[in-house]
């Protein structure tokens, strides 16, 4: 499976963003999809990711502030980024997985750059 992210840019302290991720296979064969965000030096971390019972789960430090939604007729995830810190700056990497017959194949797509300024 290839996740195409996209929506990255540079936006100032309290601007907003989208980012899209476009899977190649459907949204109804994946199990979990999300979004990851990674700083140099730094080790990846999930920002928002929808568990395999569909329930999404954000981390503490987004919560309030983005948004996880899907939409399966265009087969999209998007990443609704409001009120953006300089902190949130990082590459956003757009993540899913598969299972099948007992085993998990994990996917990343190619990483989108979020700069916010202050």
């Known amino acids: 499976v290839q996740l195409q992210a996209s929506g990255g840019g540079l936006v100032q302290a309290g601007e907003s963003l989208r980012l899209t991720c476009t899977p190649s296979?459907?949204?109804?064969?994946?199990?979990?999809m999300g979004w990851f965000r990674q700083v140099p030096g730094k080790e990846r971390e999930m920002v928002a990711i929808?568990?395999?019972?569909?329930?999404?789960n954000y981390a503490d430090s987004v919560k309030g502030r983005f948004t996880i939604s899907r939409d399966y007729d265009k087969n999209e995830v998007y990443l609704q980024m409001w009120n953006l810190r300089p902190e949130d700056t990082a590459v956003y990497y757009c993540?899913?997985?598969?299972?099948?017959?007992?085993?998990?194949?994990?996917?990343w797509g190619q990483g989108t750059l979020v700069t916010v300024s202050s």
């Open positions: 993540n899913a997985d598969q299972l099948y017959e007992g085993s998990r194949s994990d996917f």
């Open positions: 296979a459907s949204l109804h064969s994946l199990n979990t």
């Open positions: 929808f568990t395999g019972s569909g329930s999404p």
